[in-house]
């Protein structure tokens, strides 16, 4: 992001943090404090008077007392509200099963009849989705979500709209799903007296972005605490970073908050340079695609966006803003849908060691040694499950992957390992290296991937080898490959030649989901002019 942009966005963050004129001006009133049972029973907010223990604690009724002071506030947090009033939040359930997947059914936790005259089934798999900071349970991801994920299997699916405590200013947001929270425990809770309650909270996903995955944390925790029973998973997409990064793990989302907790980042650079979301690893498996930050696809101009948009300005600009960040829940999304490509991620220290090609191959019986490989997104419960060397850990730290992807739908892409020889022969050192850029093409027996950036521009000398990890289509059983390159000068004018070229050894591709490994030859003659192709025939 240029630096005007850069201001533009910051300029606009700020707007969400100023509450606007009237909007909110609600008189709030509070009920007494009910300490004495945590048990489902009618809220009674007819008394005006409100309770408040002191001026850093406030309650509310059966979902307790929140707290202003640490570790809600501190450094990395230095406003802290507390929740807008129930009434005012006024949370809504929307329940979707395949009897009604199109027409909502909304449950009310104070209403057990709401429950049990709805398609809720207790013993099937429970999904709950819930948006972020100024959005709403209408949104197209969400119902794009239910939609596919009823198609998949016979389900229970729970559209959490909380639009009315998403509005700016942020710092009021991200308080406000501290109480929401509370409420879709409540109602899991209740949920659970119809039958058994650990079936039914091991049976149940939470799935969050932005603001959306703390508060399922908030969930997760507040089911723990209050009813003593655990959620199954939870599903953070690019949690928010603001007011949450750095912060105690009782303040945001962390892997103590559910059986299996797992984090796609899809915009974790830095906030002062547009980033949304937490680069921290908060779960058991953290996801990092294309290192987590930036995502391809998303630095193409803003007009782009507005023409998609109907030439909205408004529109337009708010999807070039919060491409990154909701590239996540895309991933997610295509995650329920794919079914031949995975999103195949590998652990590795960093992104630039996976890049490097450093930890591969994946583990298998083959390879023993390999690196932990699990595919981002639904199927990542199942590859944490089947690893039993994830027993031997002495404790859950979180484990960081990286994968690559499209710039566009479909955004899942293979990985390849590509290793380039250059030659050794007597003709390349005397022709010494030269400077360029390699692409690469791979063929199979199921298509052709596109030409692919493998070698970035430097100086390539007779008898070196590089090696690179690249995405791209899925090809199938490998049979060949085409390498371009192309001659770039310097201002060293020694580096210049009229007629340049560069001696080639031998091209590896290795693929990381299903081990093949083939060694391309040139066909014919090493020699590889620039702005030419070559293509190669397995040695």
Not at 201 to 227: C, D, P, R, W
Not at 507 to 531: H, I, R, W
Request: proline fraction near 5%.
């Amino acid at each position: 992001m240029n630096a005007n942009l850069t201001v533009i966005f910051q300029t606009l963050m700020c707007l969400f943090q100023t509450k606007p004129p009237d909007l909110f001006n609600v008189n709030i009133t509070f009920p007494l404090l009910n300490t004495t049972s945590r048990e489902i029973t009618s809220l009674d907010y007819l008394t005006p008077e409100s309770y408040m223990e002191n001026a850093t604690i406030k309650c509310y009724g059966i979902y307790g007392c929140f707290s202003i002071i640490a570790p809600w506030k501190d450094t990395s947090r230095p406003v802290s509200n507390f929740p807008e009033h129930p009434s005012k939040l006024d949370p809504r359930f929307c329940l979707h099963t395949q009897l009604n997947p199109i027409e909502c059914q909304y449950l009310d936790h104070t209403n057990l009849t709401s429950i049990i005259s709805s398609n809720f089934v207790l013993f099937k798999k429970t999904y709950f989705v819930m948006h972020g900071f100024i959005e709403s349970g209408d949104r197209p991801w969400m119902k794009a979500m239910a939609a596919s994920l009823l198609n998949l299997e016979d389900c229970n699916v729970i559209l959490i709209d909380w639009g009315k405590g998403s509005s700016p200013p942020y710092t009021q947001a991200a308080a406000n799903i501290r109480l929401v929270g509370r409420m879709s425990a409540f109602l899991i809770h209740a949920m659970t007296t119809l039958g058994n309650a650990t079936l039914m909270t091991e049976n149940t996903h939470l799935i969050g972005h932005s603001l959306g995955a703390h508060m399922a944390g908030y969930i997760g925790n507040t089911v723990k605490e209050f009813f003593n029973l655990t959620i199954g998973r939870i599903t953070g997409m690019d949690p928010a970073e603001p007011h949450f990064s750095q912060t105690n793990p009782v303040v945001r989302l962390d892997n103590t908050d559910a059986t299996f907790v797992d984090i796609i980042h899809s915009n974790a650079k830095p906030f002062i340079t547009g980033g949304l979301g937490m680069d921290e690893a908060i779960g058991h498996l953290d996801f990092y695609p294309n290192s987590g930050d930036r995502q391809p696809g998303c630095g193409e101009g803003m007009m782009k966006f507005i023409k998609q948009q109907n030439q909205s300005v408004i529109r337009g600009v708010r999807d070039f803003f919060s491409c990154d960040h909701v590239r996540s829940h895309q991933f997610m999304l295509e995650s329920f849908e794919s079914s031949k490509c995975k999103f195949l991620s590998v652990e590795c220290t960093s992104w630039e060691s996976f890049l490097d090609g450093d930890c591969f191959p994946c583990k298998s019986r083959k390879h023993p040694n390999g690196a932990f490989c699990a595919h981002m997104g639904k199927p990542s419960i199942e590859d944490w499950k089947a690893s039993n060397f994830l027993k031997l850990r002495r404790e859950y730290k979180p484990i960081k992957l990286f994968t690559i992807t499209e710039g566009k739908i479909p955004f899942c892409a293979s990985l390849y390992r590509v290793t380039l020889n250059i030659s050794n022969s007597t003709e390349s050192i005397a022709h010494r290296g030269e400077i360029g850029i390699f692409f690469v093409t791979i063929n199979g027996t199921n298509g052709t991937t596109a030409s692919l950036e493998v070698f970035k521009e430097r100086y390539y000398a007779p008898g070196t080898t590089y090696r690179h990890v690249i995405g791209g289509s899925y090809v199938g059983k490998i049979t060949s490959a085409t390498l371009y390159w192309e001659h770039r000068t310097t201002v060293n004018v020694l580096t210049w030649r009229i007629d340049p070229v560069i001696h080639i050894g031998s091209l590896t591709v290795e693929t990381f989901a299903d081990n093949q490994k083939l060694k391309f030859c040139p066909m014919n003659d090493e020699v590889l002019g620039s702005k030419r192709s070559m293509k190669m025939k397995s040695c």
